[in-house]
């Protein structure tokens, strides 16, 4: 799930490289968020493809801010399901 990518990105020291597929398709749900700066690198020979997060953007950490990063329930604020568009993965 993206969420969970997203509070791993948190909560690590950038940049950071991620080389599963499963998790390049979430990264490039969270950059058409808008909630990260990645860049992409193509399989080259053996190599698989990689991602790398440089930067959680402003929209980001509002985000985290809004939708508590994993501190638990917020009762300040309205109960709401943290939402990504997903033209990556049009099954779910």
Do not use: W
């Amino acid at each position: 799930m993206a969420h969970t990518l997203f509070k791993q990105i948190l909560m690590t020291q950038l940049p950071a490289r991620f080389h599963s597929p499963s998790e390049i398709d979430r990264l490039k749900d969270l950059r058409d968020a808008g909630y990260i700066k990645v860049a992409f690198a193509p399989s080259q020979g053996a190599a698989p493809p990689s991602a790398t997060v440089h930067e959680v953007t402003n929209l980001g950490r509002a985000a985290a801010r809004y939708f508590g990063s994993g501190e638990g329930p917020r009762p300040d604020l309205p109960s709401v399901a943290f939402a990504l568009p997903c033209r990556h993965n049009p099954g779910g």
